[in-house]
């Protein structure tokens, strides 16, 4: 079941998010450039898609690396996941970041990133003394034994 995101271009040559496959869990985000743009090895660069949207209220958009871009060739969002609110109506860009030892480039209408719409939940951080106990407790990194 899906629901309708609204979606304005903010440039000409913007393309609208598409869903690859009937089963696809994200729509790829295409690069909204005139020119070639390369993200220089182990650098990053800003990535225009040339859309802004309307997540509804209770939503937001997440944005994850496209795995052939990353898996392949390095490239993957610089934050690791970006987070679009539900107020938020500007233009979406990716920062890119490039983990490997050779220059990438892209083209303009490249696949750069995939944007997912999830639900979230609003919640007040309430400051306490203690915390209820569980298994785990305060064990950390590698606690688990993996």
């Known amino acids: 079941m899906a629901f309708e995101i609204k979606v304005k271009k903010v ?45 509804p209220e209770g939503y937001g958009a997440f944005i994850f690396a496209r795995s052939g871009l990353g898996i392949k060739h390095g490239i993957a969002p610089r934050n690791c996941v970006g987070v679009i609110d539900s107020d938020y109506r500007g233009e979406i860009c990716v920062g890119l970041m490039n983990n490997s030892d050779e220059d990438y480039v892209i083209q303009p209408k490249d696949r750069i990133a995939q944007m997912a719409i999830m639900p979230v939940m609003p919640a007040e951080y309430v400051l306490c003394e203690e915390l209820s106990d569980t298994e785990r407790g305060e064990g950390g990194f590698g606690s688990t034994g993996k």
């Open 11 to 55: 440039r000409e040559n913007a393309v609208v998010p598409k869903i690859a496959t009937s089963g696809s869990a994200a729509a790829d985000l295409y690069a909204c450039v005139e020119e070639p743009l390369t993200v220089p090895a182990r650098g990053s660069a800003v990535v225009p898609v040339g859309i802004a949207i309307a997540v």
